[in-house]
């Protein structure tokens, strides 16, 4: 079973960066994501990476956000920039498409 733990997450203004971090077992063989659900919305993919590295984002987060991957220590990271009210919401990593279950996730509140 794949453990998903995400931390990185805490407050920050508007204009702000934060850099998450998902330790993910075994996700190096596996294509990652990282999802948000904000408050009363359906969660959403925000960003993925395939086990090759290629890269695809939301359009809202296009150009703000990065995703890598530490393949050795099966860790992946998101890094946000630029960050406004919007992205305001609890966010997730998973396999990509997603597992059934999810981790704990890590909050991320944008306000001034």
């Known amino acids: 079973q794949v453990q998903l733990v995400e931390s990185g997450g805490g407050l920050v203004q508007p204009g702000g960066s934060l850099r998450l971090a998902c330790a993910a077992s075994g996700s190096r063989f596996y294509n990652m994501g990282w999802y948000r659900q904000a408050p009363g919305k359906q969660r959403e993919l925000v960003a993925s990476i395939t086990t090759g590295g290629s890269t695809n984002y939301a359009d809202s987060v296009k150009g703000r956000f990065l995703i890598s991957r530490d393949i050795a220590k099966n860790t992946v990271f998101l890094r946000l920039d630029s960050l406004t009210f919007e992205d305001t919401a609890v966010y997730y990593c998973?396999?990509?498409?997603?597992?059934?279950?999810w981790g704990q996730g890590t909050q991320v509140t944008v306000s001034s």
């Open positions: 998973n396999k990509h498409p997603p597992l059934s279950y």
